[in-house]
């Protein structure tokens, strides 16, 4: 399809184990951010990449978080020795290009990842 | 860190009926949207607001960026029961030097239909 295109849409994970979530962007779109939201709660941003380069990480709320976007297109989260707090929807949205000025803001989401961990 | 006051948390509509919500916050914002979130998707844009003093209609939605730039609102005119869902206001703080999509959502207003 032509949006925003997430994998796994739904995953259980027992405490401690490692975690991937995918994040398909829509072709052409150079910016790329990672969203966590919370039950009941509005997203809070995570990470921003610019083409490859992650220029801004510091909604990170731990060194157990790391994304990549090694290509500038495909984008994965990865969370280490997940813990039940981690439980959250993870939403990746991309933009055409966040730097261009003028549109800030204007992000397509994906419908998102739902992480449970036990 | 920031925060944005949106209200309110809920409500409920019935067909015909016009809606207002609102965000504010303590701080000063350069850019104030409106995203609706429905149950298992992502949030969609609605209405993006640049200028202070800016009002903006997309049909039958109506936002306002606050002259203030601490507050925006949202107005639904006429509703109809495809409405209900999260509505989300969101912004961009006016001194954050941080990327231009870290964006600082509301808790949301949840719209359902009354019984």
């Known amino acids: 399809g032509a949006g925003v295109s997430q994998s796994p849409r739904y995953k259980v994970a027992k405490r401690g184990q490692d975690v991937a979530l995918r994040c398909d962007p829509i072709?052409?779109?150079?910016?790329l951010f990672w969203y966590q939201q919370a039950l009941g709660q509005g997203p809070e941003f995570l990470t921003y990449?610019?083409?490859?380069?992650?220029?801004?990480k510091s909604g990170l709320p731990s060194d157990r978080f790391f994304a990549e976007r090694p290509e500038g297109s495909v984008s994965t989260l990865k969370i280490q020795r997940t813990q039940q707090e981690d439980s959250a929807v993870y939403l990746c949205?991309?933009?055409?290009?966040?730097?261009?000025?003028?549109?800030?803001?204007?992000?397509?989401f994906g419908e998102g990842s739902r992480l449970t961990v036990l | 860190g920031q925060q944005l006051n949106q209200s309110p948390q809920s409500m409920f509509i019935q067909e015909g009926e016009d809606v207002s919500m609102n965000c504010t916050s303590s701080?000063?914002?350069?850019?104030w949207l409106w995203y609706k979130q429905d149950p298992g998707e992502g949030p969609v844009l609605l209405i993006a607001?640049?200028?202070?003093?800016e009002l903006t209609s997309n049909g039958r939605l109506t936002a306002q960026f606050g002259i203030t730039r601490k507050d925006s609102f949202l107005n639904i005119s006429a509703s109809i029961p495809s409405d209900v869902g999260i509505y989300f206001c969101?912004?961009?703080?006016?001194?954050?030097?941080?990327?231009?999509?870290?964006?600082?959502f509301g808790k949301g207003t949840k719209l359902s239909v009354k019984p």
């Open positions: 949205a991309s933009s055409f290009n966040a730097l261009a000025g003028g549109r800030a803001g204007e992000l397509f």
């Open positions: 072709s052409g779109h150079v910016s």
């Open positions: 990449f610019q083409n490859e380069a992650q220029l801004d």
């Open positions: 701080s000063i914002f350069n850019t």
């Open positions: 607001l640049y200028k202070a003093g």
């Open positions: 969101a912004g961009q703080p006016g001194n954050y030097g941080g990327s231009q999509g870290n964006l600082i």
